[in-house]
């Protein structure tokens, strides 16, 4: 998602609403071919949504993408990961703990959270 931001950022700037097909445009891609992009760039707190406007870059996205110092931007990661109600239940779960095998993590996503199989393995993966 930062990759995807970062284009954004390069060719288009940060303080203005850009349409979708403007940025699908960019990525030299079509604008339906993206939702899943823009979605997810919104649920980790990147992009802001304008109904009928646009799409902006966040704050969150500059802490993370040009930070001040390491820490900011582990901090910026964090709070990302925290959009997510998944991913902030398991930092909670193992804060200060091991972290389980991939299939361990994965049969957890399944299980708890009702994640798709493939979806999981590659979430427990990355």
Same mark, same amino acid.
């Given at each position: 998602?930062?990759?995807?931001?970062? #284009? $954004?950022?390069?060719?288009?700037?940060?303080?203005?609403?850009?349409?979708?097909?403007?940025? !699908?445009?960019?990525?030299?891609?079509? !604008? &339906?071919?993206?939702?899943?992009?823009?979605?997810? !760039?919104?649920?980790?707190?990147?992009?802001?949504?304008?109904?009928?406007?646009?799409? #902006?870059?966040?704050?969150?996205? %500059? #802490?993370?993408?040009? @930070? %001040?110092? &390491? &820490?900011?931007?582990?901090?910026?990661?964090?709070?990302?990961?925290?959009?997510?109600?998944?991913?902030?239940? %398991? $930092?909670?779960?193992?804060?200060?703990? @091991?972290?389980?095998?991939?299939?361990?993590?994965?049969?957890? %996503?399944?299980?708890?959270?009702?994640?798709? &199989?493939?979806?999981?393995? #590659? !979430?427990?993966?990355?």
């Amino acid at each position: 998602m930062l990759n995807f931001c970062a #284009k $954004i950022y390069t060719e288009l700037g940060i303080n203005t609403f850009h349409s979708r097909e403007l940025i !699908a445009e960019i990525h030299n891609v079509q !604008a &339906d071919s993206i939702k899943q992009k823009f979605s997810s !760039a919104q649920g980790y707190g990147l992009l802001e949504i304008k109904h009928s406007v646009g799409y #902006k870059l966040t704050p969150l996205f %500059l #802490k993370v993408f040009k @930070p %001040l110092n &390491d &820490d900011e931007k582990k901090q910026g990661i964090v709070e990302c990961l925290r959009c997510s109600t998944i991913y902030s239940t %398991l $930092i909670d779960d193992f804060n200060g703990h @091991p972290l389980p095998s991939e299939q361990g993590l994965s049969s957890r %996503l399944i299980r708890n959270f009702q994640v798709k &199989d493939y979806a999981a393995a #590659k !979430a427990a993966f990355i």
